[in-house]
Structures are given as C-alpha cells and as structure tokens.
C-alpha cells in the first residue's frame, strides 16, 4: 500500500542520539549526509569553474529525457518546499522535531539535482554527478526495498522519486558519453570536406542515448551484413577520440613525462606500463563504476532467492510481497545487464586505445632506433612487438577489471555467507584460502612458461621472417630441408613451453573446481556443528546461489591471472624495446646553410658501428665537399665507403668529431630497397606528382623502355622487395626516386653494380653529370671508367682516406689509386683474351636474339593468350583470400579432422556432461533430502560432498582432454603449414608479401594456441549447461516453456543475423592485419632510406591509417557482439522473471519449497550461463578464422617432388656440363604471357657462356629456368644428354651451384653460412674463404669460422 507524503523519519541528531543502523530514521540521515557531502562538493567545483572562467559552453545539447527529468525534479523540491512550508505555517507536532529543517533542506537538494543536470561544463562536473547520482540511486534504492519486505508499504513522495533516481543515472552517462558540440569556425570549403567524413564516421558519434545504452547505433551496419557480405569500404571510420593519432599523442605525452629524466630511464621500472596507468586512468575509473554495479547486482541475487523460498515456504497468502522480491529482481538483473554490457564494451574500446598507441610507438620508435639497438631487434621481432604485444592490449583493461570485481566478488559472497548462515561459514574460509594460496605456485610456473614461451615465439618468427625473405637462395641451393627443420626445433622448444602450460592450467582447474564443493560442505558442516543457523531449504539455496556466484571467479581469476602475466611479459617487452638507445640528435648538424662554401664537412671524425670497439670502422676523417661537386669514393671491398655514406647520414655512431651537411639529401642504397605498390608510387615516394619532372627522371634513368613494355605502364604493381623486378630496373627506380626528390645532395652507394656496362655509362652522363649537374653527388664506385669525369676522388682502405685528388694527381702519385685502375684494366684485357671461338660466340649471341622482357607476367601484344582474369595476370602480387558468407561446421569438423581429435572431443562433451549432471544431482539430492526427518544433517552431507568430489573429478577430465587437443591440433597444423611453406613454389613468394605468411605464422597460431582449446571447450561446456538448467525450470514450472521455447529460438535468430556480419567483420579484420606486419617490416628493412629522405613523418601518417583501418574493425566486432548478448540477455531475463513470477502466482503448498529454491537457483545463473555460452561460441567462431587462415596455406601447390626414386641421376652426373636448351617456353604463371619463347641452343661443356641483354631482358629468367624455379611451359632442358624435368628437383640443385644476383646472409655464423648442411671440412671452408680473398678477415676474428658476427 502506498501512502502519501515520504517517510521522513527524525531529525539525524534524534536519530543519532540513540543510534541504530537498522532502523529507518538512522538510514535516511546517512542518505542525507551523503547528500550533503556532494551537494558541497558540487557547489565548490562550480565557483572553482568560475574563478577559472572555465564558463564556455562545450556540453552537449540536452536530449528531451534530461529535460524531462528535470522538470521532474523540480516539482519534488517543490513538494518538499511546500511541506515545510506547511510545518512551519501549522506549527504541528512536526514543527517542534524540526521536521520543517528536513523538508527545507531535501528541497534543496533536489533543485540543486535540477541545476547539476542543466550545468555540466566541466569533465570533473560531470564525474562528480556520475558519482553523486549513482550514490543517491543506490542507497535510496536499498532502503524503499528494505521497508517495502518489513513494511510492505511505502509513501507516494518516495516512490515517485525512486524512479526519478534512476533516470538521474542514465542522464549523468548519457551526458559523460556524449560528444560536445563545438562551435563552426571554419571556411567555407571545409564543411564539404566534414560532409565527406561524416557519411564514412561511425553512427556511435551522432547516436543518442538511447541509441548507446542499446548498442542499436549499429543496427545499419548489422543489416546490411545480413543483406549481403561485407567488405572493407562497408565499414564506418572511428570516431575522433578513438583514433591512433589521438592515442598515441596522449601516450607520448605519458611517456615524456616519466622518461624525461635520464636516470628514470635507467631504472628497473616498467614505464610503458606507467604511462599507460596515467593516461588511461580516468576513463577505466569509470569502467569500474560500471563493473562495480554488476558486482553489486550479482552479489544480491542469492540474497533475493533468500527471500524468495523464505516467501515459498509462508503459509500465508501475500501476493504484493511477492510482486514486490519480483520487482526487485528485475531491477536487479536489469542493472546487471546494462552494467556489464557497457563495461565490457567500454574496457575494450580503452584496450583498442592502447594497442593503437603502442603499436605507434613502436612504429615510431623504429624510425628513430639507433643502428646498435636495431642489432638488438631484428625486423621478425619488431613485427611480434606489434602483432603479439601491442594487440594483447586489446583485451587488457577487460581482463584487468575482471580480476580486481571477481575478487570484489568472491568477498562480498563470503560476507553474504556470514549474512545467512553467521559463524558457520567461518571454517569455510579455511579451504577457501587454500585452494587460493595453491594459486600463487601455479601462476609463478604459468609465469615462467609464458615468459619462456615468447622468448621462444621470438626466436621463431625471427628466423621464419629471414627464411621467407631469402627463400630464393635456399630453394636455388636446396637447404629447404635444413632451415625447415630449423624451424622445427624453434617451434619444439617453443611447444615445449607452451605444453607445460597448459596442463599446468588442465591440473589447476582441479583446485579450482573442488574449492567450491569443499567450502560449501564445510560450511554445511559448520553450520551443523555450530548451530549458527538451521540447515534449512531456504539457507542450503542461498549457500549454494551464493557459491554458484563464486564459482565465476573461481573459474575465471586463473585464465584472467594468466592473460595478466602474459600482459606483463608484453610490458616488459615494449618497455625494453622503447627504452633502447635512439639515433643520436647532434650525431649530424644541419647548420650549414645555403651561402656557405661547404655542403658537407667533417672534422676529425672518428666513427664505429661498435661504439665499445677499441678499432673504430672510419678514423681521423677530415673533408669538405663543396655546393655542386661530383665526388666518387673508390677502394678496396671492404675499406669503408658505404660507412662513410652513413656516417653523412648520421647512422653509424660518432665517437669524436663533428659532422655538418648543408641541405636536404636523396639517397640510393647499395642493396635496393622497392616498396610494395606501383612504379610509380615508388618514384613520387610521397611527393607531388609533377608530369615535366617525373617524366625527366624516367628517361635519364633509362626506364622509358621498361615501362612501356608494361601493360599498365608505371601503374603496374611490384610486388613485396621488388620481387618481380630485375636487380638493374630496381637500382633504376632507386636513382629515378632520389633525381624526382630534387634534393640538394645525393649520397649514391655503388648504384651502378647491377646494370650492364652500357646502362652504367647512360645513367652516369645523362643523369649524374647532366640531370644532377647543379647537385652535390657523393659516389660510391667500383666502375673505374667514370673516374676521370668527376670534381673530386676519394681512395679509401682500412677505413681512412688514403688519397684525395682529382684522376691525374692521383694517377701521378703511384699509391693505391694507380694499382686500383691498372686491377681494373687488367680485367678488361683479360676477358677480351678469353674469348671463345667466334662461331661459338656467335651462337650465344644468336640465342639471346629471341629474348624479350620479362614483361613481369605483363604484355601488350599477346591477343591469343586466353586470359580469365585480367587482374590476375596484371598484378603479380594478388588480394589475399578470405572465406565469404556462411561455412557452417565446416572450419570446426577441420580444426578436428586435421587435428585428428574428434575422439577427444566427444570424450570432452560426455566428461561435461558427467559434470554437469552430477553437479545438477547433489543439488536434487539437497533439495529433496533436506524435507527428509530421517536424514540427518551427516548423511545429507556427506552424499552431496562425495557426489560433488565424483563430478570434480570429470572437471579435471575435461580439462586434460581438452588442453591435449589444443596442444594436438597446433602441433598438427603448424606442421602441415610449415611443410607447405618449404614445399611451396617460388611463384607462391612472389606473389604473397612475407606479413601474409607471417601473420599466420604469429598470431594466427598463437590462436590456435591459446584460444580455441578454451573456446570449444566452455562453448561446448556452456550448452550443456544451459540445457540442464531449462531442464531443471522445466521439471518444476513446466510452464516456463511457454516464454523459454520462444525465447531460445528468438535467441537463435538474432545470434544468425549478428554472425551473418561478425563473421565478415573477422575475416575481413584477417586481411587488415597483414598491411600493418607489412608496412611494419618494410619500413624497417628501408628505415636508412626513409630517414635520408626525411620521409618519417609520411610514413608514420600512413602507418596510422592502416591502424586505424585494423581497429575500426576490432571495434565494430566488439560492439556487434555486446549488442547480440544485450539482446539475448533481455530474451533469458524473461525467462527468468516468467520462473520467478510463476512461483509467486501459483497456490501456496502446491509446489515443493525445496524444488522451488532449486529452480530459482539455477535460474538466476540462466542469464550467466547464457552470456558464458554466447560470448565463448561468438568469440570461437571469431577465432576460428584463424583456422580458415591457416588452412588456405596448408592447401597451396606444392614444387614437384624433391627427390624421384626412379628418375635419380647417376652419382657422377653431370660429368662434362654440356646444356641443351629445346624449344623453351616460360610462362610465370597459367594463362599468362610468354617470358622465354622457344629458346634452342646448346652451351658446350667446359665453356665460359657470357649471358648479355637490356636490363630486364630475361637473362635471370633463362638461369632460373636451369635451377627449375618455374617448370617449363614447353619444351626440354638437357645436361649432359639427361633431360632435368622429371628429375627430382633436390638431384638437380644439388649438382649445380649458383652466386645469386642479391647477396645473402643468414643470422648465425660463418662456418652455418658458407656450410648450412656441413658437408665440407674445415680445410675446404678456409680454402673456399682464401680463393674469394676472406681468409685474412675472418682468420682475425675472436673464433674465427664459429664467430657469429652476422646478425
């Protein structure tokens, strides 16, 4: 019954006198204490803003339900006003209690309420109503719920503002997460430019609270995935402040902050883990407010099911009390689901924040990382700081809310326990601290495997991305069997980590599991023997609710403590890397300026690329360069030319000197550097397109030719390092790049080495001596004929400068120059003699007539070629595959066929199932036995304690079999993955850039690894689950079936139409990884160059707009899959309210109080079981990409075997070396053009064959095609009358050697790089080292052949 007017109670200092925490009057004076505290608190953050002038309207525009709720909390001031005012005019009893003081004051408050809803200018403002709101909502709530269960009644004022409390917590989140409106200040074009963001931005921006609270903002997005698949351009931009620009700005702010000062830098703190707390601090406070309201709401559950069998067992008839404890649990359960939804959904927005901001700063870092530390961390493990840590941030600040609320909540259930039952709960908290003090053992071993294990990942990709880099080498010298099972022991050991792991966590959940049955039975006990509180239906249902809410954390703190220590070894990961040393600012000065006579100077350089070496690598360096000079630095291999390019560049570190350069810089490197994309994109490299300049650059880079040979011109694509270009058109498109970026010094390394002699001598007139006539070149050369042409010669040897002149005074001198010019004259006069026989001559060059370009699978005249795809025959390098609409079971029935665990998976559901129906039959037995007279308290508990244990034991069952299929099925795809790798052909590597394999290789398998055990497991585990406890409602309310049927197949719907777009979401966020482990690794293999270009800032813009694309798809996933769980909360919730209300609806003693109790029980953790259930499947089903992923690989087409037995080829073949070449024809690919076209010739044997043509021509295809990288179309090749085709391939290249036309070198030492398969001794390793004049370096190395100098 409700009456009006409101409860006032006292006055606090009467209520305080005699002081009673039960008592109402005590309860509302602490409200209005509470209410006191903020109502200062507000009013003094007001006149701080206004002593700041902080009074600039920057809050949103208020919705109509904010306004709504302030006009209603304006009439109760006014009621509450008039009450006094009617106190003080009567002068009734009322007014000698001072009750009008009361009245007076509440009205204050509530029009304070009405003005803190219209004035929020300030982010602390709005906070403060957050919390004061929230505060207000919560204790006023408790106290109407606890008078309504004693009183059963309660006054209209206060049940009129119960509700208005609750909207004043939606406005305060409605208006924290609001975006606030900004003033239009800008120029007539840009709110075109805004037009076009806005139709691309997320609808989250202009969405209105309701929209927000709902996730429906999404809804578009959802439907059109459900209308058709969804691709990359489908997908809505991020709003502003989730940006990785903004991200990591507030991140480096953080950074500075802690590392400004150097001895901070130096300590043992972890200050990425520092500034990540700083700058993300605020928003996880309010995180935690939500995750603190679902606690809360959680906590009470057990109590509500307290109230509910106490109200079952009362004989009398008092259906308002019952519809009040149903109210109750719907406002509970409402809270619960809004709460976590938003936490889940918030935390995970702050954790894509900062996996942005880190995978920036390690960008961003290796732009800046100095040439020692990169020694420290190859480009394979920057790509893991990226792939593997930074993204493990994604899911931290979930993890990380989620342990600190399920210890919150482990308490408060004890404290509910001591509630109920009193003292007797008190020896359940001896097997409770057990079981947690035998955590701290596991997570330290857990801790020690993880650590352990990323070292091992590490080691892995590292040796894999060099492995994928340089496969041309080692198919061409078949070691695939070598560095396979290279790869094999690395994963082994990396395996052997994650094993111990893993059953560890399988043995763990044993404890885990039995805590809950040893501290229900001994609370039980406890009880008995105590006699603190009578085991009853009503204190067994409550305990058992109460630990039901317990076992959440039970089963989730160890996963959550182990994604905390992986977290923490990705901390101290990033934070190694981020400390390390950077390029040093005053390495180079740019001060010179444009009127000095000097572009470059040095002064007593003095530079090393070990600065702890006792020999530097450049000694006493003292030279000036003039604006306009050609200078060519020769010498010796070895002597030090590229390091005196770098030491201009500021790249190699500077012991003593000073060096000065006056101007911007293009640089060409020694090995060439060719970015993935287009011809063209690689001369602008960034700059403006001009027509008359760029085409200038083409032709004095003699690229004319080749360009028009492409179909697509200079828009044709090149794939990853240029692998489809030939060493001469990459050094071109170089130099063509340096000439466009008209700089004002171009430092060239030797970039004459891979053309012919006559593209040498075109490229230096026409563009060094022409082009660049008014620049400062610096060139380093071996091509002696160019000498005399240049300003200035610099001869070095040893690492110094020997000699420094013009070509005459050089020559007159006798040094070092003249030996170096009459070397080079030598071989010229010494090939010309040489020569074979004219004929045979003649006959080479003849062969070579018919060669054309490689038209890299491009050609303009090729009509009868049958074509499919255009496409496909014009980019080399193709989009990355992905699956398309719904593949049903079938990526699961692979994951265990492959894996050959199907066995295992049933043995995993019957292991389940036993559990389950164990644990549902000692629940049955308590709830039937506890009515019993005969059964006493010893048996009653001794039956559910062993029934309990038997079920824990199918638990810990359940674990073993599953961690050993996840260990199963990644040892049986990393094997078949890797062995397609090896087995792959070589077109497969030229076509798919290294990221895509290495993408697969890192955190694909790591998915595997870690994340799709667990995920079949608790999906499987959470079925059985829910089908139990439907089982259960049913056998007791079997009309709960009218609303729980509708709402599982309802439920089922929504979840087909949230994954028709999920599951594209996921592939498609597959494919946006890549680019990002791309750009990554290319920018590292090409970071001198970027620098020398002062091209940083252009390629940090670019990088985060691949972040960007990468997370907008993370975040779109996260949203569609808390608004498919809010959904299907809402559908059980009705279930659950439809249980509760059929309880209090049907006649009293026609339903079982014990089996009423146990339905409750289980139906309250329907909504969990349900939200357990959902997340798991939608995250496996998320995960199970991976599989898909990595399964595409294990399928590619194979090289032809490596050995055939009856093909083998005699033990001395070849004996003589005669090669027949038969109407040869070479096509890349199917359906593309010709490369070779019916060559026939025939090279004698013991013949010296000089192989010449146009850059481009075909003369790297012809020697491929002897080593079979790419099969013939038609035609025979013939060594020593024995034809190579059905050959094994391993026979063949085993018997030919090669010197590639890019040098390579492995990670390791010298002996595992001149001998991978160690076949020779060491006589013959020294004699190969002495004949290629090595033998004298490598003899004055610390451990000579085992020293592993090559890193």
Not at 292 to 305: D, E, H, K, Q, Y
Request: charged share 20%.
């Amino acid at each position: 019954m409700a009456n009006y007017g409101s409860s006032i109670g006292d006055v606090p200092r009467f209520c305080l006198r005699d002081f009673d925490f039960t008592s109402f009057c005590t309860q509302r004076s602490i409200i209005d204490t509470v209410n006191l505290f903020f109502l200062c608190a507000f009013y003094i953050s007001l006149l701080c803003n206004f002593i700041r002038k902080n009074n600039t309207s920057d809050s949103p525009r208020k919705g109509w339900v904010c306004s709504v709720v302030s006009v209603c909390c304006a009439l109760i001031s006014i009621a509450y006003f008039g009450n006094g005012l009617w106190c003080l005019i009567a002068k009734s009893e009322d007014f000698g209690k001072l009750r009008w003081l009361v009245y007076f004051f509440r009205g204050v408050v509530w029009i304070s309420l009405t003005g803190s809803l219209l004035v929020q200018r300030s982010k602390c403002v709005k906070i403060l109503n957050l919390v004061w709101w929230v505060s207000s909502c919560t204790l006023v709530s408790a106290l109407n719920i606890e008078i309504l269960l004693k009183e059963h009644d309660i006054q209209i004022l206060d049940l009129v503002q119960w509700p208005v409390h609750f909207s004043l917590v939606l406005c305060a989140f409605q208006s924290l997460y609001s975006a606030p409106q900004s003033t239009q200040t800008t120029t007539m074009s840009e709110p075109l430019l805004a037009q076009k963001d806005e139709n691309k931005e997320s609808k989250l921006a202009r969405a209105n609270f309701f929209s927000k609270l709902t996730f429906s903002w999404i809804n578009s997005l959802l439907n059109l995935g459900y209308s058709k698949p969804l691709a990359l351009e489908d997908i809505p931009s991020l709003v502003s402040e989730d940006e990785a620009a903004l991200a990591y700005e507030k991140f480096s702010h953080g950074w500075d902050f802690f590392t400004m000062d150097r001895s901070k830098r130096d300590s043992n703190k972890n200050w990425v883990m520092w500034s990540i707390s700083r700058v993300y601090l605020k928003e996880n406070f309010l995180i935690a407010i939500l995750a603190l309201l679902r606690t809360f709401s959680v906590v009470v559950s057990p109590l509500l099911l307290y109230a509910f069998v106490n109200y079952s067992k009362s004989k009398e008839e008092n259906l308002r009390e019952g519809l009040a404890i149903v109210g109750c649990l719907i406002i509970c359960k409402v809270i619960e689901s809004l709460s976590q939804r938003h936490w889940f959904f918030q935390s995970r927005r702050s954790g894509m924040r900062m996996r942005s901001a880190l995978m920036v700063a390690v960008y961003n870092k290796q732009l800046k990382v100095s040439s020692v530390a990169r020694r420290r961390h190859s480009t394979g493990e920057i790509v893991n700081y990226i792939a593997i840590d930074a993204y493990r941030m994604g899911e931290f600040p979930w993890w990380f809310h989620t342990t600190w609320t399920l210890a919150l909540q482990l308490f408060l259930s004890i404290g509910v326990l001591f509630g109920v039952v009193g003292l007797g709960a008190l020896p359940g908290l001896v097997p409770l601290l057990i079981c947690g003090f035998l955590n701290i053992p596991f997570a330290k071993i857990i801790q020690k495997c993880q650590s352990e294990f990323m070292v091992a990942q590490d080691e892995r990709l590292r040796s894999t991305s060099e492995i994928l880099n340089n496969m041309k080498i080692i198919k061409l010298q078949s070691w695939e069997e070598k560095f396979k099972t290279l790869v094999e022991s690395l994963r082994a050991n990396e395996f052997k980590w994650l094993a111990k792991a893993q059953i560890i966590k399988a043995h763990g959940s044993f404890v885990y599991w039995m805590s809950p049955t040893i501290v229900s039975s001994v609370i039980f006990l406890g009880c008995a023997l105590l006699q603190s509180s009578r085991l009853n239906v009503g204190s067994i249902f409550t305990i058992l609710a109460t630990l039901r809410a317990m076992g959440e954390p039970v089963r989730t703190i160890p996963e959550a403590l182990s994604v905390l220590i992986q977290v923490k070894v990705s901390f101290d990961r990033l934070n190694t890397f981020l400390l390390d040393d950077e390029l040093s600012d005053d390495a180079i000065g740019r001060n010179l300026m444009q009127n000095s006579v000097n572009t470059v100077e040095i002064q007593a350089g003095n530079f090393s690329w070990d600065p702890e070496s006792m020999s530097p690598t450049l000694r006493d360096l003292n030279m000036e360069i003039k604006w306009g000079q050609k200078i060519a630095v020769c010498g010796p291999v070895g002597g030090g030319k590229s390091s005196l390019i770098y030491a201009i560049l500021g790249e190699i570190p500077k012991i003593s000197g000073t060096v000065n350069v006056g101007g911007t810089v293009a640089y060409v490197s020694q090995t060439s550097w060719i970015q993935s994309g287009t011809v063209r994109d690689n001369i602008l490299f960034g700059q403006a397109m001009d027509n008359t300049k760029y085409e200038n650059a083409i032709k004095v880079c003699a690229l004319d030719k080749d360009i028009n040979a492409l179909s697509h011109g200079d828009l044709t694509e090149i794939g990853q390092r240029g692998i489809n270009l030939s060493g001469g058109q990459k050094q071109r498109i170089q130099l063509a790049r340096a000439v466009y970026n008209d700089a004002d010094i171009y430092l060239l390394d030797d970039p004459f080495s891979a053309v012919d002699a006559h593209t040498a001598s075109t490229l230096f007139n026409d563009c060094v001596l022409n082009t660049l006539k008014e620049k400062t070149v610096i060139l380093v050369t071996h091509q002696v004929e160019f000498l005399s042409k240049v300003d200035k010669i610099l001869v070095m040897e040893g690492g110094v400068v020997t000699q420094s002149g013009c070509y005459e005074d050089l020559l007159t001198e006798g040094k070092a120059f003249e030996q170096l010019v009459n070397a080079h004259r030598k071989a010229i006069l010494g090939s010309d003699q040489n020569h074979e026989t004219p004929g045979e001559y003649e006959d080479v060059i003849n062969v070579l007539q018919p060669l054309e370009s490689r038209g890299f699978d491009l050609s303009k005249d090729h009509k009868n070629e049958q074509v499919s795809s255009k496409d496909q025959v014009l980019q080399l390098t193709r989009e990355e595959e992905k699956e398309i609409g719904d593949v049903g079971w079938k990526p699961f029935l692979d994951y265990l066929y492959l894996s050959k665990g199907s066995l295992l998976m049933c043995l995993i559901i019957l292991a389940q199932v036993a559990f389950i129906g164990l644990q549902a039959a000692s629940t049955f037995w308590l709830a039937l036995a506890i009515e019993v007279p005969k059964v006493t308290n010893g048996i009653l508990i001794g039956v559910y304690t062993l029934i309990s244990l038997l079920s824990v034991g199918f638990v810990w069952l359940r674990s073993i079999m599953g961690a050993h299929l996840g260990l199963k099925a990644s040892a049986c795809f990393f094997s078949g993955f890797n062995n397609a790798i090896f087995k792959a052909p070589m077109l497969f590597f030229d076509s798919t850039p290294v990221g895509r394999i290495l993408t697969r290789a890192s955190s694909d398998l790591s998915t595997l690894d870690f994340d799709i055990p667990y995920g079949l497991t608790f999906s499987a585990s959470g079925a059985i689950e829910l089908l139990t406890i439907i089982a259960i409602m049913v056998s007791v309310t079997w009309q709960v079936l009218i609303v729980a049927v509708p709402a599982l197949i309802t439920s089922k719907y929504i979840q087909g139409y949230y994954q028709a777009s999920a599951r594209e979401l996921m592939r498609i966020n597959g494919t946006t990884k890549a680019p990002v482990m791309n750009f990554t690794a290319e920018t590292s293999l090409g970071v001198v160059t970027v620098r020398a270009f002062n091209m940083a800032d252009r390629f940090y813009q670019n990088y985060l707009k691949l972040v960007d694309t990468d997370a907008k798809l993370f975040f779109h996933s996260n949203v569609a899959t808390e608004w498919l769980i809010l959904r299907i909360e809402i559908l059980q919730n009705l279930t659950l309210f439809t249980a509760a209300l059929l309880l209090v609806l049907l006649p009293k003693g026609l339903m079982h109080p014990g089996l009423a109790g146990l339905s409750l029980s289980y139906a309250l953790s329907l909504t969990i079981c349900v939200t357990f259930m959902s997340r798991w499947f939608c995250n496996l089903s998320n995960y199970i990409v991976s599989v898909e992923r990595i399964k595409q690989f294990i399928h590619i087409p194979e090289d032809p075997p490596a050995v055939v037995e009856n093909r083998k080829p005699p033990p001395s073949w070849p004996s003589k070396g005669r090669i027949e070449l038969q109407d040869l024809e070479i096509r890349y690919r199917p359906n593309a053009p010709l490369v070779l076209k019916g060559i026939t010739c025939a090279f004698k044997e013991g013949s010296r064959v000089g192989i010449v043509g146009r850059t481009g021509s075909g003369k790297s295809t012809l020697v491929s095609a002897l080593f079979r990288l790419v099969d013939p179309a038609r035609g025979d090749i013939l060594i020593d009358g024995i034809s190579i085709l059905p050959m094994g391939l391993k026979d063949l290249r085993m018997k030919l050697s090669i010197i590639p036309q890019e040098p390579t070198l492995f990670r390791g030492s010298i002996r595992t790089n001149l001998d991978p398969l160690g076949l020779y001794s060491d006589n013959e390793i020294w004699e190969a080292l002495e004949k290629c004049q090595l033998k004298s370096t490598i003899s004055r190395l610390p451990n000579q052949l085992d020293s592993s100098e090559i890193v």
